[in-house]
């Protein structure tokens, strides 16, 4: 998203990547770029509605010889998400749909993902983890 000449996609302020085993709720290179929640042990997924959003999938891998799915998951950065259901408001909190997608966090929850743009015409929002 790019508001002006501003856009934060992209920007990192620390390198953090870690490796997961994928679940079933991603199913391809489709997934990359979409927030993931933690779904069980070092495993992420889409999650569940209101999960807590751990990051965004970096890259995603069939191992068909070990029969698994791995992905790379950055946090500690800047990134664009599509929403689902009322815009989110900047300076507020989104968690998980459960679709890939991001919603408005309940009271107390989303902490670390802040909203700092939103762009109601195309459903997108920019964030910061923290």
């Given amino acids: 998203m790019q508001i002006g000449d501003l856009q934060h996609q ?14 079933t709720s991603i199913t391809g290179f489709d997934a990359i770029g979409k927030p993931v929640s933690i ?3 070092f495993t992420v997924g889409f999650g569940s ?14 191992r068909d010889v070990e029969k698994v799915k791995m992905g790379a998951v950055s946090w500690h950065m800047c990134a664009v998400f599509e929403y689902a ?3 989110p408001t900047v300076g ?16 107390g929850a989303g902490r670390n993902v802040v909203v700092t743009a939103v762009d ?3 459903q997108t929002v920019s964030v910061i983890f923290r």
């Fill in 85 to 87: 259901g009322t815009a």
């Fill in 10 to 23: 992209g920007i990192r302020t620390e390198s953090a990547a870690a490796s997961f085993y994928l679940d």
């Fill in 120 to 122: 109601t015409t195309n």
């Fill in 92 to 107: 507020g909190n989104v968690v998980s749909n459960g679709d890939g997608k991001v919603k408005v966090a309940g009271a």
């Fill in 49 to 62: 509605a209101d999960d807590e959003i751990l990051g965004y999938l970096e890259s995603y891998e069939d």
């Fill in 39 to 41: 779904t069980g042990n």
